[in-house]
């Protein structure tokens, strides 16, 4: 279905192409994103939002243009809704340390979290004695609505901040984030979504879902590495601390004093990575002219492959429900008695098989589960073939039975 976008990727254009199942780390960057990156360095390298040259009046436009893209293919409200940061860890961490917190305020997370969306909870917990709660999911992962909604009720009136994943990086589970939203704000609370794993994959409608900040990762989106956002509702950003200050966060200073900037401006302080907004500006720009519809179909499809390949394999276990319609594009196994460390370089080195190895900055959910190894996670994207997940999946068979 997309086999004629892969003519757009540069990695993926020469003789023998390496198979690249990592793309939930990152994926590849099309030469559009690729062009803009240098036109930034060799026709414009100004400064956006400050000097008045011909440079930055140029990086000015164009990062105001990508802005009210972002804005507009995430349905937000305002364009100066949406945050530049340099990843989804950094726009969680805007969230988490720009509110205020008192002692014993309540905060929910699900027991399957990247660090990104733990870690920052973890450290209120320690410094400001918030109480942070895991929602366990079903057996299988996926989300439990049922506990959830007890949980808050658990929590009263002390539940502030519900804070989930949208799709997980560990199984590509998605969490039934307009339901859940839904119960949080009858309970009180704020609602807070890792977009990470799914704005790449899915259209999503921040109004629509009914939350209140959104993180995301432009990396992950086909645009350059160290850019990501964050998308927030402006009366909350107007009252939200910025955990960064200083050029461009005020709009004057005194020796006393200052005026903070409006957002987004309050919490873009220092130089910003131009190269990466013109990047990010291409990279939306691209994505946009996709059906994200049929991405998330054709990821299915190619799961589906590599499911049925490697289900019944001994020793290997994949991570959420046999079936690959609830798993998106991410296929995650443990393997019972091989490092899967020394998988991924295998199959990198016999067959040009990129994946990723280890606990995903998910070592919560291995630690709960006794698993030492982590797990090997295959993750698809829209310029992966059918041919290439069945010679990875194949591959993997064999090194199995060779070495299990
Ligand atoms: C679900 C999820 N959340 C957060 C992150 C962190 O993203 P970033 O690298 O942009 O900080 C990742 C990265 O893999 C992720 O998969």
Redesign the pocket.
Known sequence: MFSKHRADFPTLSGENPPIYLDN??MTLRPNSVIEAIRSYYEESPGCGGRSVHRYATTVSRKMANCRKKLSEMFNANETNEIIFTK????S?NQVAKGLSWEKGDIVLTTDRE?N??LVPWLQLEEEKGIDHRVVKSHDDNTFDLEAFEKACGDAGNKLKMVSL?H???LDGIATPVKKAAKIAKDHGAMVCI?G??STPHMKVDVKDLGIDFM?F?I??MMGPSGM?GLWGRMDLLENMRSIQSGGSTVDTSHYDSMVWSKPPAKFEGGLGNYAGILGTNAAVDYISKINLDDVHEHEVRLNKIMTSVLKDVDGLQIIGPEDASQRGGICSMVLENIDAHDIAILLDEAAGVMVRSGM??VHSWFNAKGIERGSLRASAYLYNTEEEVKLFAETLVEAVEALG
Do not use: E, Y
Request: glycine letters at 8%; proline letters at 0%.
């Open positions: 939930a780390c990843n989804a860890t950094h969680l990247h990104s969306n994943s799709v997980g990086n890792d990470a794993q993180a990762s990396h992950k990501g995903h900055c």
